[in-house]
């Protein structure tokens, strides 16, 4: 799955992971699409949002730059 697929899962926004996380729903639309990948600091709070393993984060960016 890629992180946009995870978020939808889910069923939040890109506001919703943006608040949650403190960052900017265009930091999430850009590791969506690819150009930019979460810091390693982000990742353990991305993976307990989305109910995933860290390793399921990092496949997810890997296949978000891929498509």
């Not at 690819?34 to 990742?43: A, N």
């Not at 709070?45 to 995933?52: D, W």
């Amino acid at each position: 799955m890629t992180l946009r697929e995870l978020r939808e899962s889910k069923s939040l926004t890109q506001l919703e992971v943006a608040i949650k996380l403190g960052i900017t729903p265009n930091t999430v639309g850009n590791w969506e699409r690819g150009t930019q990948e979460p810091r390693f600091s982000q990742v353990p709070a991305l993976a307990e949002l989305y109910g995933v393993t860290i390793q399921d984060i990092y496949e997810a960016v890997k296949k978000s730059k891929q498509s």
